[in-house]
């Protein structure tokens, strides 16, 4: 079993950042490869970015590559998302997750799918103003 626990979020004015972070506890977590998500109200919860359980790969959803940056510190059992340059349309709450397959690289499509997660934490409200 693996615990997952976001922190960071809040209100923010466009064009402002947020640093997110999911500490986890429980299993290895180096283990683990982590995904961000987040669902805005009335909407299906969507991809924001993964990473690799050891921090070789890192994938993105379209409409946050570049601003958004996925990062983990295996030692403190931590996974950060770095948002910069934020939009109203960024509002949402954001979920990390953990992957629970044997350590490797499956391909961006493989991690961009909620179903690929056995892990999800409670979420932290990103709230953008404009």
């Known amino acids: 079993q693996v615990q997952l626990v976001e922190s960071g979020g809040g209100l923010v004015q466009a064009g402002g950042s947020l640093r997110l972070s999911c500490a986890a506890s429980g299993r290895t977590f180096s283990n683990y490869a982590m995904g961000w998500f987040r669902q805005a109200p009335g909407k299906e919860r969507e991809f924001v970015a993964a990473?690799?359980?050891?921090?070789?790969?890192?994938y993105y959803a379209d409409s946050v590559k570049g601003p958004f940056t996925i990062s983990r510190d295996n030692a403190k059992n931590t996974v950060y998302l770095q948002m910069n340059s934020l939009k109203p349309e960024d509002t949402a709450v954001y979920y990390c997750?953990?992957?629970?397959?044997?350590?490797?690289?499956?391909?961006?499509?493989?991690?961009?799918?909620?179903?690929?997660?056995?892990?999800w934490g409670q979420g932290t409200q990103v709230t953008v103003s404009s």
């Open positions: 990473i690799s359980w050891n921090g070789d790969m890192a």
């Open positions: 997750a953990a992957d629970g397959a044997r350590p490797s690289d499956y391909g961006k499509s493989y991690y961009t799918r909620v179903g690929t997660y056995d892990y």
